[in-house]
């Protein structure tokens, strides 16, 4: 089955052509199993078919297929399949993640986030790097989406490019659909909804400004924001 026709291929191929550092796409799939108050494996095959069609379409990009039992899974907890860890290749960068299948406009988050990696330009503006510098404790970020939302995109996206500059801060794109017990845990209406959590929780709705989601993740660090 493929996923991208060839109009959508060269697009594709045309937009990822600036990277010139290697990145994975790493994988987790389930086991199938079905545990109690846990939502079933998501579109796991449709995920790692679309995923090996985009690193197809550019050198720089691997995609690397493990499952949940793996030391590496383990270590971070990860619970829900397919969970996607994005990262520099041969790096150990675990904070940027996408859980479900990033179809619809969620595609788009794929692709700028493969471009934010492999150039090391995230076009996040030079006050809010500095300020995320001040986050020296864990902070996560779980921005809830869906593949028909337009203003998804923005939110998910934001999030990735703070986890880009702050090690500290762990960004999840979540799939909505896909996992209607989460969502449903966190009393998700709407989206995008992105839900902040470290020393306190915070909560930004909808796409909003980079200063409002970057306001919040401070606040939610427990530390200040400069005027």
Do not use: W
Not at 43 to 70: F, R, Y
Not at 100 to 118: D, K, V
Request: charged share 20%; proline share 7%.
């Amino acid at each position: 089955m493929n996923f991208l026709d060839e109009k959508i291929q060269a697009q594709v191929r045309e937009a990822l052509a600036p990277i010139q550092n290697p990145v994975e796409l790493v994988v987790f799939k389930g086991s199938g199993l079905i545990l109690p108050g846990q939502d079933a494996p998501g579109m796991q095959e449709e995920t790692l078919g679309l995923l090996k069609e985009v690193a197809a379409l550019n050198e720089h990009l691997t995609v690397v297929e493990k499952t949940l039992s793996d030391p590496e899974a383990q270590a971070l907890g990860l619970k829900l399949a397919p969970t996607i860890l994005l990262r520099e290749a041969g790096s150990s960068r675990s904070n940027i993640r996408f859980i479900g299948l990033p179809a619809g406009y969620e595609f788009s988050t794929l692709i700028e986030t493969l471009l934010m990696l492999g150039t090391g330009m995230s076009g996040l503006g030079e006050k809010s790097q500095g300020e995320l510098q001040k986050i020296t404790q864990p902070v996560r970020m779980q921005s809830f989406v869906t593949p028909t939302c337009p203003y998804c995109p923005r939110a998910v996206l934001t999030a990735f490019r703070f986890a880009f500059h702050n090690p500290n801060v762990v960004a999840e794109g979540i799939e909505a659909n896909e996992f209607p017990l989460l969502s449903a845990q966190y009393r998700i209406s709407g989206v995008p909804d992105t839900l902040i959590l470290g020393q306190g929780t915070e909560r930004v709705l909808g796409g909003q400004p980079e200063r409002v989601f970057l306001e919040s993740t401070l606040k939610a660090a427990g530390v200040g924001v400069q005027a």
